[in-house]
């Protein structure tokens, strides 16, 4: 891998290794507000040791709720996890269906405790078009957190940035045309409050794993200034010594903004 691409991947500051360290650094300096991770690799994970790709998912999940606690105890404002795309719906009818289970189960294992930590959930994408025994368990996790005012999860499920866009393109077109906003009163930020991280301040830092170096279809328009961090390791495999690194190396940081 040629240096430039390497420096990213696996983290850049390797010479704090013990978390308490970590830990201890990343508390002195500004926190990001919005941390959004593409939990990727689960399918690798599980393939590397002969199991089902179902099973990485629920390896996965795993990872999810530690990364939560990580978060939650840290101070995080808002965690976004991109847990299922529009165009994951490709995929083979068992797999797909085993992710469309998760929810419910996560439901089951880990809905007093979010709301034990203040927690507040939401969906990021097209709920109407999950299994209807999908659809009851979110709707579950929105309803019984939604007075919560701690740290805002977010989860992009049956979420894809393009489709995101052109629902807001037409929600803007239907205001225009029914006189509430002028077409040059549209800008950014009525742009930005038509998509469905309205109210949300963009993710300072992404996170992906398992080495793949793109962003498949994630928060196009709200990434535009993010810093991006990228580490080989696959999802199943990640600790929350990885996600205080993530952080630490954003911190260090220089975001321009394009100014000098
Ligand atoms: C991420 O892991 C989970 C989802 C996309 C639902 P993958 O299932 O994409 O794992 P790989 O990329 O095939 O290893
Ligand atoms: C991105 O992972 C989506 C999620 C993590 C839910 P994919 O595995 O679907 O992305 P590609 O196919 O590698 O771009
Ligand atoms: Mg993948």
Not at 7 to 28: D, H, S
Not at 205 to 221: D, K, M, P, Q, Y
Request: net charge neutral; glycine share 6%; hydrophobic share 35%.
């Amino acid at each position: 891998m040629i240096e430039s691409i390497k420096r990213f991947v696996g983290g850049e500051n390797k010479t704090r290794q013990n978390k308490e360290e970590l830990l201890a650094a990343i508390k002195r300096a500004p926190l990001p507000k919005h941390v959004a991770i593409i939990t990727d690799g689960n399918g690798r994970w599980a393939k590397k040791r002969g199991l089902p790709r179902t099973a990485g998912h629920a390896a996965g999940m795993k990872r999810v709720r530690e990364t939560i606690r990580a978060a939650d105890e840290l101070g995080i404002q808002v965690l976004t996890f991109y847990s299922f795309s529009t165009e994951n719906w490709k995929r083979p009818k068992d797999e797909v269906d085993y992710l469309m289970k998760l929810p419910i189960e996560f439901l089951k294992t880990d809905l007093q405790e979010l709301i034990d930590r203040n927690v507040k959930v939401q969906m990021l994408g097209e709920k109407s078009q999950t299994p209807s025994q999908t659809q009851m368990a979110l709707t579950e996790f929105e309803e019984k957190t939604k007075h919560n005012t701690g740290l805002i999860l977010n989860f992009a499920i049956n979420y894809g940035s393009r489709d995101e866009i052109v629902r807001a393109v037409r929600q803007i077109i239907d205001e225009v045309k029914k006189g509430n906003i002028d077409k040059d009163e549209v800008n950014e930020e009525v742009i930005s409050r038509h998509l469905l991280t309205r109210g949300l301040p963009d993710p300072d830092l992404v996170i992906r794993t398992s080495g793949e170096l793109r962003i498949s279809n994630f928060l196009l328009w709200q990434l535009a200034y993010s810093e991006l961090w990228f580490t080989d390791t696959l999802w199943p495999d990640f600790t929350p010594e990885l996600f205080y690194q993530a952080i630490e190396d954003f911190q260090h940081r220089s975001r321009r903004y394009g100014a000098v």
